[in-house]
């Protein structure tokens, strides 16, 4: 059986949400990010991490959503099986990882990038990642314009990254997620997903 181990509210609610639609039975673990007992299942103390029967522990997001979606061809997760799709699929996940993510490292962990207790410097270290996060929600709400999914015209593995780090955008002071208007509406109608509401219950978070 696979088991996932998370933390409330990060990007580990992407193979939550996964699971969910897959309908296979899983465990669900929560977990205190970097702390010692966690340090021994995935060494960089970071969610989400797996365990599939009898694997190794697997992590990063991007490759534990691939996993899945190959894993289970008929839930229709992964890319079509066009080199097309599969670039647009790849590209997406990777701008999630590589993007998307990133930009937010600074806001919710600023203590991991200053190295004197200067109050001041503390407030630029929170503060200068908006610009990159304004880049970010506007790249992705270009792309979304007339869109409702983030590859092609049906659901993926992007779709629930996608979701999880969006909803990041709720914490940003002065600038609503309304702002970004394609991006807020994919945000809306993707909450209303029935699976969607289940892992976000489950993780009780809103
Ligand atoms: N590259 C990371 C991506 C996952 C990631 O950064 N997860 C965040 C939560 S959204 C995390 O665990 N942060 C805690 C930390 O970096 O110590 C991995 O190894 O899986």
Redesign the pocket.
Same mark, same amino acid.
């Given at each position: 059986m696979i088991k996932l181990f998370y %933390?409330p509210?990060?990007?580990?609610l992407a193979p939550h949400i996964v699971l969910e639609w897959i309908g296979e039975p899983y465990e669900l673990e929560k977990v205190q /990010?970097?702390s010692p007992e966690y340090l021994k299942i995935?060494p /960089?103390?970071?969610?989400?991490?797996m365990i599939d029967g009898d694997s190794d522990v697997m992590?990063?997001?991007d490759a534990?959503l691939k996993y899945l979606a190959q894993k289970y061809p008929d839930a229709k997760l992964g890319s079509n099986g066009t080199l097309q799709d599969a670039y647009e699929l790849n590209r997406w996940l990777a701008f999630f990882?590589g993007d998307f993510?990133p930009a937010?490292?600074p806001y919710?962990?600023p203590n991991r990038y200053w190295i004197e207790e200067d109050e001041n410097a503390h407030k630029t270290i929170k503060e200068a990642p908006y610009k990159l996060i304004v880049r970010v929600f506007a790249h992705l709400n270009n792309h979304l314009e007339g869109k409702d999914y983030i590859v092609g015209d049906r659901l993926t593995v992007a779709d629930p990254y996608a979701f %999880?780090?969006i909803r990041w955008g709720n914490y940003i002071p002065n600038k609503p997620l309304s702002d970004y208007a394609n991006v807020f509406r994919f945000y809306q109608q993707f909450k209303q997903d029935n699976a969607v509401q289940r892992a976000m219950s489950q993780q009780g978070i809103k």
């Open positions: %933390a509210g990060t990007c580990a /990010l970097g995935n /960089l103390g970071q969610v989400p991490a992590n990063q997001p534990i990882t993510h937010f490292y919710f962990r %999880a780090m």
